[in-house]
């Protein structure tokens, strides 16, 4: 019997998980993928929101610069990617300047600090390359980039160290509330809780909706993206967006937490919860969006393209907490932008209601903090010689593009909740995702990836189940 | 530690230029090699037809290989594997990285840039469509076949015609799998004609010019492609479109020198062919530091690389010497009418050896039509070409003692003419 199940191992999930570790609890998080931050949490902006987007009042709001807070130390705690770098947003008409305006207001009204309204002077003296028709800019000072995958494996890791358990390849399939006790069951397992986590991301209407009357509907809205080499994430220092519009806050331009320029989203609304394919339509549309605001994007440099879908419930509010008529299940759906930026805000809240009603006491063995990959690349000559001297497996370079070694990509899948595939150790390493997009190191990764668990080098995957990467030897179909 | 020469990369570029080094007399050379074997990309090509040019006979890239290395061997040129190069200062102080010596340092009197390249991605193609295993760049799978002896798919489709892309057709048809088509974007092929004949032709292989896959499928693992035919403008043509079942999509879509570690030593880049710019000795932009090989333009036999490299070699001992510095002015090479760029760019008649090859490659198909180079605006030669294509490489030779003939030579030009 647990205490709670979490249903989803994004980043709301196990921010819910670690904030629940700092009780004495029994808490499982049940993931149908094979690894942590395989849904929306793996494919978006990445980028910590100031604030000064949501409604003044709504939970959304006060989430989002709570958390944005939180990850200022959180990043220090839980050796994550976060750089502070400031966001613009970039007035085009000078008719539009009341929008701006009411961005700010809206900014002081929920609590942002560090905002300014600076004008085209200024702002092309922060940014060279902006457009030339740019009149004036939003600047917030607290808004960063954080690496996604970062942010959600040392939630997800240090969670795990303070006792949560975690089953991956489990797909939950059905809810009950039997004799006062939830029974879930999985395509594997049954399980007993008290308490039910619903954050499942873009699924999170469906279980929603198998146990409460009043219906919920979250809709797949699509963004798609162009990543630029890292030769270009100087073009922009700032994370450069345009004034939002009814779907969302339109195409930006941003140097992500390791240098690479980023270039996106999309916004289209669709059907298929699993449709993370990108378009023809989508990619032409960045590339023509992301040049009003910014000039001449240098899109020579490409070096891949993802999308990701953002749970839009049609409420466009985050819906947290205990589900109208149940006893005990909780909803963390609805999660769309900012949902990043305010995964460590919503776990506290969340995990402090469900402790509230249930009573947990205080974990006092709880250890908040984490370390993780050690990087050759921030060590200076003496502190990587010292390393090399136990650990010579931080000398041999596999990844040529990043510059990542045998030591980081061996730790990657030997440290709690390790990767099992080479999507895992891409992105827990960024082994594979450089320029080349793994040509050169994959097969080595593989290699590394088969003798470290174990298994032949045949049964390796890209990302789990079904995604083999080899087929047979040479010559098995003659 | 310091050297006379360092070379980076230990493939058939660095080889060919540490033994040319060491014959010209210089003693104190070292090759980095980030893998844990000398020959490069050779390695993994072990079909035949190397080597035609140098040795007059046919060797796999491995024998090829083989014979630079046991030079190397019997000439002592020191070398070490396994050993990246992390960055080169302007000083020519090398960093480097392996697991015997951690993180070291060494200054060199003059570096050679061999690096090599690497394949176009997927992304950088802007293929949209899912990402599952099975997509792979030809030469990771011909890295699978071959070295490690993997197969990478059962039914399998080819994006680009490239060299690596066609003999991997042959490869993996060779192994087992079906090859359904080689789509090219192009009107023509990317790849040498022989690879063409002996590679698709031979096996029956469909090579579909002027098309592209618009779509990839599959979640997990690919399940199939879609390719369309494109317009004049490379946009994918609606009603054309032609849908495989297949587990593998392979792309062979254009090779790009591995330039970053030149860039972030301040070597000036050609925005052509991304490879250094560099003089008639193969000098880059920094004194001293030479390029050679695929580093410096894509080749597409392994023996020109070997002759410009051996200059490479050769100019960086005569840096050494104090010879070659500053005489007189260089000399600019233009390129027209579809010429897209040559190496060098530039010539320095006081530096020039009798004879100069100038290498470069042609942006389309050209049947015959006239190859001419002009001195000032005398045109100097004239020569009919019965076909020039982009996937082979052209030269041009310039004589010295023809330049030097010329009063007040001002600029070098190479084009295409109709007559
Ligand atoms: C295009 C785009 C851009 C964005 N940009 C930003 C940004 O810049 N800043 C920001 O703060 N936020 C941004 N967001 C929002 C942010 O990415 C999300 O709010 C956040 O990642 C949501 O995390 P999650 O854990 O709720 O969902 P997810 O990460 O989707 O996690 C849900 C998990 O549940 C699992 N699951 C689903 N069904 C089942 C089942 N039946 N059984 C078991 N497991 C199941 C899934 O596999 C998945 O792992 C963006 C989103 C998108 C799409
Ligand atoms: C698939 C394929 C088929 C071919 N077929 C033919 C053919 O049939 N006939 C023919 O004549 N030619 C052929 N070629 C062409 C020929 O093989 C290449 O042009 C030649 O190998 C290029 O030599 P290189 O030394 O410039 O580059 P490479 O062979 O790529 O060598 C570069 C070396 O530098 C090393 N290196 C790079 N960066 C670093 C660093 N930072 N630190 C240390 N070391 C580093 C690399 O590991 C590599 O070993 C083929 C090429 C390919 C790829």
């Known amino acids: ?478 | 530690m310091d050297y006379d020469i360092v070379i980076i990369g230990g493939g058939p570029a660095g080889l060919a230029a540490a033994v040319s080094a060491r014959k010209a007399g210089v003693e104190k050379i070292l090759i980095l090699e980030r893998d844990n074997k000398l020959g490069g990309i050779l390695n993994q090509c072990i079909h035949n037809g190397f080597g035609l040019h140098t040795f007059d006979e046919e060797l796999t890239g491995p024998e090829y290989a083989q014979r630079f290395i046991d030079q190397v061997k019997e000439l002592g040129i020191e070398y070490k594997l396994n050993t990246m190069v992390m960055e080169i200062s302007k000083n020519k102080v090398v960093t480097a990285l392996n697991r015997a010596h951690g993180l070291f340092s060494i200054k060199a009197g003059a570096v050679i840039l061999a690096m090599g390249c690497r394949e176009r991605s997927r992304g950088a193609l802007n293929i949209p469509g899912y990402r599952p295993a099975g997509i792979f760049s030809a030469g990771t799978a011909q890295r699978l076949v071959n070295i490690e002896g993997y197969m990478p798919g059962k039914r399998v489709v080819i994006l680009g015609s490239g060299d690596i892309g066609l003999i991997m057709a042959r490869r993996m048809t060779l192994e087992g799998a079906k090859v359904l088509a080689v789509a090219e974007l192009m009107p023509y092929s990317g790849g040498l004609k022989r690879n063409i004949v002996q590679c698709l032709d031979d096996f029956g292989i469909p090579l579909k010019l002027s098309h592209t896959v618009i779509d990839i499928e599959g979640k997990d693992r690919v399940t199939g492609v879609t390719i369309a035919e494109v317009d004049e403008n490379r946009k994918p043509i609606p009603g054309t479109e032609e849908h495989f079942d297949c587990d593998t999509l392979l792309l062979s879509c254009g090779l790009i020198p591995e330039n970053e570690l030149s860039s972030s030593m301040g070597v000036e880049l050609h925005k052509v062919t991304n490879g250094p710019v560099v003089n008639e000795s193969l000098e880059t932009n920094i004194p001293g530091v030479f390029a050679c090989g695929n580093v410096l333009h894509v080749h597409d036999l392994v023996d020109f690389v070997s002759e410009e490299a051996a200059i490479a070699g050769k100019n960086a001992v005569r840096y050494l010497a104090g010879e070659g510095s500053c005489m007189g002015k260089d000399i600019k090479i233009a390129t027209e009418g579809g010429v897209r760029y040559s190496v060098p760019t530039t010539i320095n008649p006081g530096r020039m050896t009798n004879e100069l090859t100038v290498r470069f490659r042609v942006g389309d198909v050209y049947k015959d039509k006239y190859l001419s180079v002009y001195f000032n605006n005398e045109r100097i030669s004239h020569k009919k070409k019965r076909i020039m294509t982009p996937g082979e490489m052209e030269s041009v030779t310039l004589k010295r003692d023809e330049l030097e003939k010329v009063n007040n030579l001002t600029g070098i030009t190479i084009k295409i003419e109709e007559e």
């Open chain 1, 1 to 478: 019997m647990y205490d709670v199940i979490i249903i989803g191992a994004g980043v709301s999930g196990c921010a819910v998980a670690r904030e629940l570790a700092r009780y004495k609890t029994r808490v499982l998080v049940l993931e149908k993928e094979e690894d942590v931050c395989c849904g929306t949490s793996k494919a978006n902006s990445g980028i910590v929101h100031a604030g000064y987007d949501a409604k003044p009042g709504t939970l959304m709001a006060k989430l989002n610069v709570e958390g944005n807070a939180m990850i200022h130390k959180l990043c220090r705690e839980l050796d994550f990617d976060f750089a502070p770098i400031g966001s613009l947003v970039v007035c085009l008409k000078e008719e539009d300047r009341p929008r701006l305006q009411e961005l700010y207001d809206r900014g002081i009204k929920n609590g942002v600090p560090g905002l300014k309204i600076i004008e085209r002077d200024r702002l092309l003296q922060l940014e060279p390359n902006i457009a030339d028709n740019a009149v004036c800019a939003l600047f917030a000072e607290t808004a960063g980039v954080v690496c996604p995958f970062g942010l959600n494996i040392a939630l997800a890791e240090n969670a795990f160290t303070n006792g949560v358990e975690f089953e991956f390849n489990s797909e939950v399939r059905d809810i009950a509330f039997v004799d006062g006790k939830w029974q879930v069951t999985t395509d594997k397992e049954k399980y007993e809780t008290k308490a039910v986590v619903n954050a499942a991301g873009v699924y999170a209407d469906k279980f929603h909706n198998m146990v409460c009357d009043s219906i919920i509907n979250i809709t797949p809205r699509k963004g798609e993206y162009m990543l630029l080499d890292r030769t270009c994430g100087g073009y922009v220092r700032h994370t450069v967006f345009q004034l939002p519009d009814e779907m969302g806050k339109g195409v930006l331009v941003s140097p992500t937490a390791h240098g690479n320029l980023l270039v996106g989203p999309t916004a289209e609304d669709i059907e298929d919860k699993e449709g993370v394919n990108t378009t023809p339509f989508g990619l032409d549309k960045i590339a023509s969006f992301s040049m009003k605001a910014v000039k001449n994007v240098p899109f020579r440099s490409v070096i891949t393209s993802f999308a990701g879908l953002r749970a839009h419930e049609d409420g466009g509010e985050f819906i947290i907490g205990e589900a109208p008529g149940t006893d005990g299940f909780f909803d963390c759906a609805g999660i769309e932008s900012p949902g990043l930026t305010s995964a460590p805000a919503i776990g506290r809240y969340l995990a402090e209601m469900i402790r509230d009603k249930y009573h947990f006491a205080v974990n006092q063995e709880f250890n908040g903090k984490r370390k993780g990959i050690i990087r050759p690349k921030n060590l200076s000559e003496s502190e990587l010689n010292m390393l090399l001297k136990d650990r010579p497996d931080y000398g041999e370079v596999i990844c040529r593009c990043e510059s990542i070694t045998k030591g980081e990509i061996v730790d990657s899948i030997i440290r709690p909740l390790g990767a099992k595939s080479l999507d895992g150790v891409k992105r827990r390493t960024r082994a594979g995702m450089g320029r080349c997009q793994s040509g050169f190191c994959s097969p080595k990764t593989m290699e590394i990836i088969s003798e470290m668990l174990g298994i032949p080098l045949s049964e390796v995957t890209k990302s789990g189940k079904g995604s083999k990467i080899i087929v047979g030897s040479n010559k098995d179909e003659i």
